[in-house]
Structures are given as structure tokens and as C-alpha cells.
């Protein structure tokens, strides 16, 4: 089906990446644009939000990524989603064997 070899298409091109340590640096990478762009520091401050009004008694590790996942998702700036994209593609048209 479809969705099957999509899933597969995924895998293969994970495993490539992996493999040749491009998957290493795109993450260094996205680590590095999301200090540089000051999504860390917002994210950080709504975790500091997160927990002043829930109270630090109640607010579990689980709760907190459940609150700021959506929030650090929609944060990241789309010159940083387009650059990874873009990284992605060379990498993919340089390995165009797959």
C-alpha cells in the first residue's frame, strides 16, 4: 500500500542519513540555529510559565512536554524548517540511488 512504502521510502533514507553522519549534523545544526534564533530561550521561559502556575509540586516532566511540544513545534522559524529542508534535498539528490 501507499502508506506502507512511504514508511519504507522513510526508513531507507533515515538509515542513509544515519549512516553517513548527515543525520549528526543536521541536528547539530537545528541545535545550533535554535540557540541562535532565541527559540531556546522562549522555550525555556514558557516552561518557566508552565510551572509558576501550575505550581512545581504538580507539574510532572510528562506534563510539561505535553504543554510545550505544540508550542516549541509551531516556535521554529520557517528560514530554519526551509535550511533543513534544503539539506535534505542536496543530501537526497547527491544519494539519488535510493
Same mark, same amino acid.
Given at each position: ?14 538509515? =542513509? %542519513? &544515519? #549512516?553517513? @553522519?548527515?543525520?549528526?549534523? !543536521? *541536528?547539530?545544526?537545528?541545535?545550533? =540555529? %535554535? &540557540? #541562535?534564533? @532565541?527559540?531556546?530561550?522562549? !522555550? *525555556? ?7 509558576? #502556575?501550575? @505550581? ?15 508550542? @516549541? ?26
Amino acid at each position: 500500500s501507499r502508506m506502507n512504502k512511504d514508511a519504507q521510502m522513510r526508513a531507507t533514507i533515515n538509515q =542513509k %542519513l &544515519i #549512516e553517513t @553522519g548527515e543525520r549528526e549534523r !543536521l *541536528k547539530e545544526l537545528l541545535r545550533a =540555529k %535554535l &540557540i #541562535e534564533c @532565541g527559540w531556546k530561550d522562549q !522555550l *525555556k521561559a514558557h516552561c518557566k510559565d508552565v510551572i509558576k #502556575e501550575k @505550581g512545581l509540586e504538580h507539574v510532572t516532566v510528562d506534563d510539561l512536554v505535553a504543554e510545550i511540544t505544540p508550542k @516549541g513545534r509551531a516556535l521554529v522559524p520557517d528560514s530554519v524548517k526551509k535550511e533543513l529542508l534544503q539539506r535534505i534535498r542536496t543530501f537526497l539528490a547527491q544519494h539519488a540511488s535510493l
